[in-house]
């Protein structure tokens, strides 16, 4: 995997989802990587795509704002391209419990159409999904691996497990060139901050930059892995740039496990401002909540060399600078 980041000059890369926080960060580092980098997003309000984060590519990157429900757009956009990093996705767990047709929609449906697409128009190119440890559901045992049994607890968790499932069958079915990179809590510059319903971390960040009062459900005694979004994309382009990856799954996981109230004042503390209080929990968040979860990353350890490397201290240090200075495009 020494030569991974070199693999990336002059391909050609379409990234799903790609004004979002995951696919813009992803860009970012493409571009430094020489690659030929096509963003689509859909900009559908509250799904965190935004065209401020892709500030200072915007000339070295094509953006198609368009949706992979439309099987017209995937079947146009796929032919030509070598690697597909398939972000675009609807990841409110919330949402997905008061909206389940349009997470079937976007986490399903549209993942058959970016699939036949490629089947039909690209079957060389390689495609790396965006799972979730979500779809483990309440561990058995800690941390998951690979092997722990799927039994998500919310219609979110079904719907990307279904969408990881169609790129593992497509793989045995049809040869096509998938895997898949179940994330966990992934943090930093870029993420959605103008609600809380696509995780804690962002809205914890933004209450502290604000100066509120960081709310934290039942005990705060929840252990979590959290890994920087810098590490992600690392993983990502090691997974696009290597066949032992093909066909496999992978967890990704934090450096070690916090408790979220710890979580929480170790932001306030970084942030300078803010205030911690324990709250009791809203029921429907009580009844989709997993408890303690972390992930065992040995296995793309062992494979393709990843682990993730940026501490945690650091990481948030980095991203309350980031939105000191930017927040304006964001809140």
């Given at each position: ?177 998938t895997c ?49 979004v810098e590490?992600v994309v ?98």
């Amino acid at each position: 995997m020494d030569d991974y980041l070199a693999f990336y000059a002059h391909k050609r890369v379409l990234i799903t989802g790609g004004l979002g926080f995951i696919g813009s960060n992803l860009a970012h580092r493409l571009v430094e990587l020489g690659a030929e980098v096509l963003l689509v997003d859909s900009l559908v309000p509250d799904y965190g795509g935004n065209r401020f984060n892709i500030q200072g590519i915007e000339d070295r990157v094509r953006v198609n704002i368009a949706d992979v429900r439309d099987p017209h757009a995937m079947n146009a956009l796929v032919p030509g391209q070598d690697i597909i990093f398939n972000l675009a996705g609807q990841v409110s767990h919330l949402d997905s419990m008061s909206d389940p047709f349009t997470d079937l929609e976007i986490n399903v449906r549209s993942q058959l159409f970016i699939l036949e697409a490629c089947r039909h128009h690209n079957p060389e190119a390689t495609i790396v999904y965006a799972g979730t440890r979500q779809q483990y559901g309440r561990p058995q045992y800690l941390p998951l691996d690979e092997e722990h049994r799927n039994r998500p607890l919310d219609v979110n968790g079904v719907n990307k497990m279904a969408g990881e499932w169609y790129h593992l069958v497509y793989h045995t079915a049809y040869g096509l060139r998938t895997c898949s990179l179940r994330l966990t809590n992934t943090y930093g510059p870029r993420q959605l901050m103008k609600h809380s319903r696509q995780g804690f971390i962002a809205w914890f960040i933004r209450m502290a930059v604000e100066g509120k009062e960081i709310q934290v459900y039942g005990d705060g005694q929840q252990r979590r892995d959290l890994t920087f979004v810098e590490d992600v994309v690392d993983a990502f382009l090691r997974a696009g740039a290597s066949e032992q990856a093909i066909g496999q799954v992978f967890n990704l996981g934090g450096l070690e496990p916090i408790r979220l109230l710890d979580l929480a004042h170790l932001i306030v503390e970084v942030a300078g401002r803010g205030s911690v209080r324990l709250v009791p929990w809203p029921p429907q968040r009580q009844r989709i909540d997993v408890g303690d979860v972390f992930s065992s990353y040995a296995k793309i350890e062992q494979t393709l060399g990843w682990r993730p490397r940026v501490p945690l201290r650091e990481g948030l240090t980095r991203t309350i600078a980031y939105y000191r200075k930017h927040w304006h495009h964001y809140w």
